[in-house]
């Protein structure tokens, strides 16, 4: 009931997109309600390409790309902007080789994206090399574990080493 109100409540001139848009917007209005969750959850799908990447990919990305800058614009309107970090990542990479289907298979050293009003922008980490490879896979660069522990210790003044098993240094992201 309570989510009901806040939702009909909220109004808005930014055009989401269908599917990730839509979660968001409604992310966005519980945000604005001041509904009291700290840290929310969406996920999409169509990045498993294995055959045809080449336009999938392309317009999947597009696709998050649209929804996230829609969600920002949103909050930066509503004076939110700052008070919002958006992590995207994936949980598992591609493999750089293509295949015989014309696509890749799952490999490692998946991407991770922060956006937000608080977040330096940029590259943070080194390039993974597309010679140098681990079995046919990306090395990482930085360990995700040090993107996590940024946001737990940093973003939400939360103790990232019992959440993460261990202790890893921050990234000068925020």
């Not at 574990?145 to 939400?156: E, G, N, P, S």
Request: glycine fraction near 14%.
């Amino acid at each position: 009931d309570n989510i009901r109100k806040v939702a009909a409540r909220y109004k808005t001139e930014v055009n989401y997109p269908r599917g990730l848009g839509e979660q968001l917007r409604t992310i966005a209005q519980l945000i604005h309600g001041d509904f009291g969750t700290r840290v929310f959850y969406v996920e999409t799908g169509g990045f498993d390409t294995h055959a045809n990447q080449t336009g999938t990919h392309g317009r999947t990305l597009d696709g998050i790309a649209n929804a996230i800058a829609a969600f920002h614009k949103d909050l930066t309107s509503k004076g939110l902007g700052d008070k919002v970090t958006t992590m995207c990542f994936s949980e598992f990479g591609r493999r750089v080789q293509q295949n015989s289907s014309n696509g890749t298979d799952h490999g490692a050293a998946g991407p991770m994206f922060l956006v937000g009003g608080k977040v330096k922008g940029g590259l943070h980490g080194q390039y993974p090399s597309l010679t140098e490879l681990d079995g046919g896979d990306l090395k990482y660069t930085v360990d995700f574990r040090q993107v996590y522990a940024t946001l737990l210790d940093k973003w939400l003044a939360a103790d990232s080493t019992p959440v993460l098993g261990g202790k890893f240094d921050a990234i000068d992201v925020l």
